[in-house]
């Protein structure tokens, strides 16, 4: 069996979250043949891999979705002339109306031409100009040709690329690498396709979208709806759609997955690596709070400091550990160094990339202030060292903290985005409480092993893998 692993800006160039999830994947399977499409912003990171690759990954092809060669190097850069039914097929992407995917499969795949002879040339502004006409007559149109030229631009570069063959295409996400992995099913028909969400694409992308400053206005819904419609490609094309907890599951049938594709695969570790790891000593007074992340916006890393700011008034023995890569969002970084400078808090220590296991089971607690998340991996990390958790009520953290279908009890505090004094008192009331964190940190753990273990995860995927992969050879 030979599996194409497809991602988009994560592995193996970035770690932790999904990137660490694949990377667990693939060993989790060594006799298995594995490759690896990955989608990246440009050829600036080419190679620049954050993991040493299993030995079972035979090769790494990269899709660059922001590449100065767009024009096509060695191809005609004269008009491309559309069939009729070519024509038709783009209009139906830009309009969103019963999107003709296998035609523009086969455009992009099969008709060697520039895309600058694409976008500049006139079947790509007939088919503006009725979207325009249609839905968006009240902007200007020069701007709004413009946006649609942008927008389209890394769809069809990712379009254009190379597709590796494999027995079964598992896309980490709908977007882009949904759309390839829908095109590959479609250029390979017998092949299968597994999508397995971690956030959900689409409402990920429409959060970052509304809260961007370099789109304005009506804009916006255009990119929104840009990203709808290709993770729906992804949803009626996939053979099964894996989710990591029931809520998410749901949001996909509403985004138009059909629900009988849908299976919820809970994350999974490996509890035996927190076996008999460095402790804290019994001497030091301090209490210690991790946040095991990468210093981003996402992670909402300045609420963070803030609110260690005001419980540390309130309680001088605490000392915060922010383990993780700073280099990912270096202007982002820089501000929360700056923050914790002038505000001139005391013991907040950036580790920077740490082995996480060296460094958990000294901490009394750790902690995430994520805006977004999924079902994180940070969260059963700590349970597996037996540490209870504060975390922001987003992505599948309530179940985890509080429980879905157990009655093993709560194991942490789930507090609310960016609200610095609820989550300041949420750590005072762990730091005052040695009692409570030991039973929280124990119920984590119970959880843990009953449901969110690597075999557990392993015993999931091999029998999804196994079902569609007989499927297409019986």
């Known amino acids: 069996?030979?599996?194409?692993?497809?991602?988009?800006?994560?592995?193996?160039?970035?770690?932790?979250?999904?990137?660490?999830?694949?990377?667990?994947?693939?060993?989790?399977?060594?006799?298995?043949?594995?490759?690896?499409?990955?989608i990246i912003s440009d050829r600036s990171i080419s190679k620049k891999f954050q993991y040493t690759l299993p030995e079972n990954v035979t090769e790494v092809h990269e899709v660059y979705l922001n590449d100065c060669e767009w024009t096509g190097k060695g191809k005609s850069r004269k008009h491309c002339h559309l069939s009729a039914?070519?024509?038709?097929?783009?209009?139906?992407?830009?309009?969103?109306?019963?999107?003709?995917?296998?035609?523009l499969t086969t455009l992009l795949q099969s008709r060697k031409f520039s895309l600058n002879a694409l976008l500049m040339g006139p079947d790509f502004l007939d088919a503006v100009i009725e979207c325009y006409e249609e839905k968006h007559s009240e902007i200007v149109f020069s701007d709004f040709l413009w946006t649609m030229r942008s927008m389209y631009l890394p769809l069809f570069l990712a379009m254009q690329s190379d597709l590796p063959k494999a027995d079964l295409y598992h896309c980490v996400a709908t977007g882009y690498s949904g759309v390839l992995g829908s095109m590959a099913k479609l250029l390979h028909p017998e092949s299968a396709l597994l999508i397995s969400e971690h956030g959900i694409y689409t409402r990920e992308r429409e959060e970052e979208i509304i809260?961007?400053?370099?789109?304005?206005?009506?804009?916006?819904?255009?990119?929104?709806?840009?990203?709808?419609?290709?993770?729906?490609?992804?949803?009626?094309?996939?053979?099964?759609?894996?989710?990591?907890?029931?809520h998410a599951r749901t949001l996909q049938i509403e985004l138009g997955c059909p629900e009988e594709k849908t299976i919820v695969t809970p994350n999974g570790i490996r509890p035996a690596l927190y076996r008999n790891i460095p402790q804290?000593?019994?001497?030091?007074?301090?209490?210690?709070?991790?946040?095991?992340?990468?210093?981003?916006?996402?992670?909402?890393?300045?609420?963070?400091?803030?609110?260690?700011?005001?419980?540390?008034?309130?309680?001088?023995?605490?000392?915060?550990w922010i383990m993780g890569p700073a280099d990912e969002d270096e202007t982002y970084a820089?501000?929360?160094?700056?923050?914790?400078?002038?505000?001139?808090?005391?013991?907040?220590?950036?580790?920077?990339?740490?082995?996480?296991?060296?460094?958990?089971?000294?901490?009394?607690?750790?902690?995430?202030?994520?805006?977004?998340?999924?079902?994180p991996l940070t969260i059963l990390e700590s349970f597996a060292a037996h540490r209870p958790v504060i975390a922001t009520d987003v992505g599948n953290c309530k179940g985890l903290l509080l429980g879905e279908s157990d009655d093993f009890g709560e194991a942490g505090i789930?507090?609310?985005?960016?609200?610095?004094?609820?989550?300041?008192?949420?750590?005072?009331?762990?730091?005052?409480?040695?009692?409570?964190?030991?039973?929280y940190g124990e119920n984590g753990y119970r959880r843990l092993m009953n449901k969110y273990t690597i075999k557990q995860m392993r015993s999931t995927y091999a029998d999804i893998y196994r079902e569609l992969t007989k499927k297409k050879t019986s």
């Open 211 to 246: 809260k961007a400053s370099w789109i304005r206005g009506l804009y916006k819904n255009l990119w929104i709806e840009q990203f709808a419609k290709m993770s729906l490609f992804a949803y009626q094309t996939a053979d099964k759609v894996t989710s990591l907890f029931e």
């Open 280 to 320: 804290k000593d019994p001497a030091d007074p301090m209490i210690h709070i991790g946040a095991i992340l990468r210093v981003t916006p996402i992670k909402d890393v300045k609420t963070l400091i803030m609110a260690f700011a005001y419980a540390k008034q309130k309680n001088p023995r605490l000392k915060l």
């Open 85 to 103: 039914k070519e024509a038709a097929a783009l209009k139906s992407l830009l309009l969103g109306k019963d999107t003709d995917w296998v035609t």
């Open 414 to 439: 789930l507090t609310h985005i960016m609200n610095i004094e609820e989550i300041a008192n949420a750590m005072l009331t762990l730091a005052a409480n040695e009692k409570m964190r030991h039973e």
């Open 1 to 38: 069996m030979k599996i194409c692993i497809i991602a988009e800006g994560c592995y193996p160039y970035v770690v932790g979250g999904v990137s660490g999830w694949i990377n667990n994947l693939i060993c989790s399977f060594p006799r298995v043949s594995f490759s690896v499409l990955a």
């Open 334 to 375: 820089s501000e929360c160094f700056r923050l914790v400078g002038d505000m001139q808090i005391e013991d907040i220590v950036f580790t920077g990339r740490v082995q996480v296991k060296d460094y958990i089971g000294k901490m009394d607690f750790t902690i995430l202030t994520s805006v977004s998340e999924g079902q």
